[in-house]
Structure formats: structure tokens, C-alpha cells
């Protein structure tokens, strides 16, 4: 059984960083595609940042140059970045990973949050 484990997450102050983390295990391959979204109260899931096996990226717009997302893909882990953190990053991120079979494997989530 393929699963997504996030760890990271946490509280930080406005304009600080995290790094979050996501391994997976019950696979025996790369995933075609690692990707963080977010979920905040009221609000849809939104793709946060993905990254290919072969190493390409796409940011949402508003995250684009305070985050990084890269993954080793060896092992299926994928890290995201976060710097320069605002309000407006507090959500639920979770890890996704899509498999060549179209299949989309999800993280339980982890928490981050942005206050003073």
C-alpha cells in the first residue's frame, strides 16, 4: 500500500521559513509527478508547487520566488521551501504523488501556520 507521510509543518512568524517534507513508501518506482497543495478554512485545495521526475517546476503565482520545491526522486521524497512567510500561506499542505497510471496517492496533511 503506497503511502505519503508530511512532517514540517508548525508555527512560524510572519516573514520566517519552514521546510516541509514528504516520504513515501509502498512503491517501487518514481512518481511521474510530486506536488504540494494547500487547503485553508473556506477555501479550496489549490497546487501550491509540482515538480516531474525529470526535474521540472510550476509555482502557484503567489508563492513564486519565496518557495522551492525539489524532490529526490531515488527515494520518492519531495521537500517544499517556504520563505518569507505571510498570513495568507496558513493552511493544511499536503503532499500528492501521480503515478503513470493516472493514480493520485495523498499525505494526511500537515499544518502551517503564519502569526505573530
Known amino acids: 500500500q503506497v503511502q505519503l507521510v508530511e512532517s514540517g509543518g508548525g508555527l512560524v512568524q510572519p516573514g520566517g521559513s519552514l521546510r516541509l517534507s514528504c516520504a513515501a513508501s509502498g512503491i517501487a518506482f518514481s512518481f511521474r509527478v510530486m506536488g504540494w497543495y494547500r487547503q485553508a478554512p473556506g477555501k479550496q485545495r489549490e497546487l501550491v508547487a509540482g515538480?516531474?521526475?525529470?526535474?521540472?517546476?510550476n509555482y502557484l503565482n503567489s508563492v513564486k520566488g519565496r518557495f522551492s520545491i525539489s524532490r529526490d526522486g531515488t527515494n520518492n521524497v519531495v521537500y517544499l521551501q517556504m520563505n518569507s512567510l505571510n498570513s495568507e500561506d496558513t493552511a493544511v499542505y499536503y503532499c500528492e504523488g501521480a503515478d503513470y497510471s493516472g493514480n493520485s496517492h495523498w499525505g494526511q496533511g500537515t499544518q502551517v501556520t503564519v502569526s505573530s
Open positions: 515538480i516531474t521526475n525529470t526535474g521540472d517546476t
